[in-house]
């Protein structure tokens, strides 16, 4: 079997688990089932990929579980191709914000489609799962048209297509000359219909811009919103809060503070990660893996996974990653709390990177990538 | 305030002989300071190789020349290269009456050895860090840049907050010189304090094609698993260990690695950013098809640059970041003591 036709049977399965997901039916075949045929195709296929499993001991043919496939760490992304076909055949190319040494990583996709139904499925579960159709979704952001290397801008406007009525760019994307529109926000949100909720798209930090530049003025948004906040909270103009910012969104945009939800997503993956509302004001928030990724904590020094509880790096296994990595080690800070996990920020002393790092650069700058 | 060139001289001076009377008793404090650094006995006994016992007149007369005058200096040490407390010592007393020294918690043995040997009156350990209390002179302060950016917070106007943060060395290996002999004065760079320090060269660029680069990174391989028998590397501390193996599956996926349990050498790509390794050991070889390749590729990381190592000097100058100290390889961890080590600041 050709790399090509083995590719296409993968994400062929990779596909009918999301459906199988989307019909809330059984899955026709386990996770280490698909994982350990990816961790053979890419080790025979990305050639980093099977230099990295020869130093440490393991053979491809042999892996029967997802874990015992060593885990490529974000940063090979910024080195070397992490593909596993000539760069001229991805259909999509996402690339990450700069980092102190100046080097952009890059995530290279050769069938966009399993990545668009993975993001599709569920987010659809965790943002919308009670909106049959909203009325609008507004992305305090740029378009994918305009930055089309931002894995983030590309699934927003993949959810602008695909939970809203179909919109004109300029009343679903708020940034205009690199900076947030909060003029055009504000006549967007004015213009909204009450019985019809709407979703709000944005990073952070972009937020933050729209919660300073309102000074207060609250945008009504219609009953059973909610706003989708994704990135970390440090970066140039200033830090906030999780709790602190979470607050003030909802009172800017006058819903409940549960509305807001969170989403961790990265340039090296084909899958996110969202939040769950907490049931009540003292529970923890945790995001939530759709079954075809995992987050394992495991232990920066050995990684080794860790116990539910402890405090580890995050080791991911995102099975729509089919033509470059599906584990991939980060270096964020995560701990397991039975079905969820909580995100604990950066490794200390990492190089800093992020969405909303990217999209601070964005606003005084060109767009980086998420 | 009142001392003359010639004072301030004869001040260091006095502590040069001090660190010549500690390096003398050495083996008294040396398994202390093994513990306090994670050092082997091997590495304390290399790493006291690097104690400043030495100077001219005409260094000294820079040294000077580079320092503050003031009432007086706190200075607040660092813990990364035990021997570092030495001319942390010296440049505060070349610019003060009065020094007063917080040595570092993880490791104060030296720091306190040297002002015991000195018995300079003028200069006072002081064991709390208590930097708002200083109301006037300078500080200096060595460490992380969020320390020095701690410190200058708390520092009260009118105080002078001189620091020394973290840096790299980089070495350059010309398309003129001997591999061989290249990569056994580099691997002599690298090995004291098992790379901790801001003047231990973490980057090798190396002029010439891929080829070249390989067989240096060969050759340091080798040179590294005979400085690892001689003088094997210590525990690895707080995140390294984690950082190294990160770096390491890095560089297996990105390029090729040579490693052993006391080092590893990783070739990158031709033309393919710098990823600089952690301490403890790790070099990053990378290959530079011409002299422009290598000029370009310094940039980004320019002004983390504190040393650079070459077998070729005067070229190197042309196009070495300015303040960095510009060395022979395997002199890098020898400046002579004309100033701070680090010239960034």
Known sequence: MSAWSESEALHERV?????????????????????????????????????LCAAHGVEPSKIDLARQAPAVPTDAFRLADVFAFDPSAAT???????????????????????????????????????????????????????????????????????????????????????????????????????????????TSFALVHVVDALQGEVLALPSRSRVMQTGGFKGRSREVDRDELEAATARTFAIDR?????????????????????????????????????????????????????????????????????????????????????????????????????????LAAPRDGE | MSRTVDDRVADVRRLIGAARSVYANRARIAPQVARCTGLTPEGVALGFESLEREA???????????????????????????????????????????????????????????????????????PERDVASVTGGEIHVYGRDATIAAVRALAQPGVTVRGHGTGLGVAIVT????????????????VPFDQRGCLSPRVAL?????????????????????????????????????????????????????????HAVALGAVGAPLLVPPAGRHLYVAPQPNWDGVASCLTPVARFVVAVGTDDPARVREIAPDNARVSRLGLMQRPPLDGPVDRRS
């Not at chain 1, 890059?106 to 966009?112: A, M």
């Not at chain 1, 907490?278 to 990724?293: L, V």
């Not at chain 1, 790096?313 to 909580?342: C, H, K, M, P, Y």
């Not at chain 1, 604990?344 to 999209?359: E, F, M, N, Q, T």
């Open chain 2, 206 to 262: 190396v002029e010439g094609d891929a080829a070249r680069a390989w067989s240096f990174a060969q050759a340091l391989d080798e040179c590294l698993r005979g400085w690892g028998r001689r003088v094997p590397r210590g525990a690895l501390l707080d995140d390294e260990p984690g950082e190294a193996m990160r770096w390491r599956d890095t560089m297996a996926f990105a390029g090729r690695v040579w490693a052993s349990d006391h």
């Open chain 2, 56 to 126: 001219s007149d005409a260094d000294l007369r820079a040294l000077i020349a580079r320092s503050g005058v003031a009432d007086c200096v706190h200075a607040i040490l660092s813990a990364n290269v035990f021997v570092s407390a030495m001319r942390a010592l010296v440049i505060a007393r070349a610019t003060a009456d009065r020094v007063t020294i917080h040595p570092s918690r993880r490791d104060p043995v030296l720091a306190i050895a040297l002002v015991e040997a000195a018995a300079d009156p003028a200069i006072v350990v002081q």
């Open chain 1, 15 to 51: 596909r009918a688990m999301i459906r199988a997901y989307e019909r809330r039916a059984r899955s026709p075949e386990s996770f280490d089932a698909i994982a350990a045929d990816l961790a053979r195709f890419q080790a025979a296929n990305v050639p980093g990929y099977g230099r």
């Open chain 1, 92 to 202: 999509a190319t996402f690339r990450t914000s700069g980092t102190t040494l100046g080097a952009r990583g890059v995530h290279r996709i050769r069938d966009v489609g399993t990545y668009d139904a993975a993001s599709i499925a569920f987010g659809r579960a965790m943002l919308v799962p009670d909106l049959a159709r909203p009325a609008a979704v507004l992305v305090v952001g740029p378009s994918p048209a305009d930055v089309q290397d931002s894995s983030l801008a590309h699934m927003c406007g993949l959810f602008a297509r695909t939970f809203a009525e179909p919109q004109r760019e300029e009343d679903t994307f708020f940034v205009r000359g690199g900076a947030p529109d909060i003029a055009g926000l504000r006549k967007r949100v004015a213009g909204l219909s009450p019985s019809s909720p709407a979703i709000v798209l944005a």
């Open chain 1, 258 to 362: 549960r509305s807001v939800v969170g989403e961790y997503g990265m340039t090296e993956l084909s899958s996110q990660f969202w939040e769950a509302p907490p049931t009540s004001e003292d529970e923890t928030r945790s995001y939530f893996e759709p079954p075809w990724a995992r987050v394992v904590a495991v232990d920066g020094r050995t990684l080794e996974p860790l116990a539910d509880g402890e405090v580890g790096i995050a080791r991911i296994e995102d099975l729509a990653n089919v033509d470059s990595a599906f584990a991939v080690v980060t270096q964020d800070r995560v701990r397991r709390r039975g079905a969820g996990f909580e995100l604990l920020g950066r490794v200390p002393g990492s190089l800093p990177r992020g969405c909303s790092i990217a999209l601070e650069e964005m």
């Open chain 2, 175 to 190: 398309n003129a010189a001997d591999l061989a002999q290249a990569a056994d004065l580099l691997a002599a760079d690298v």
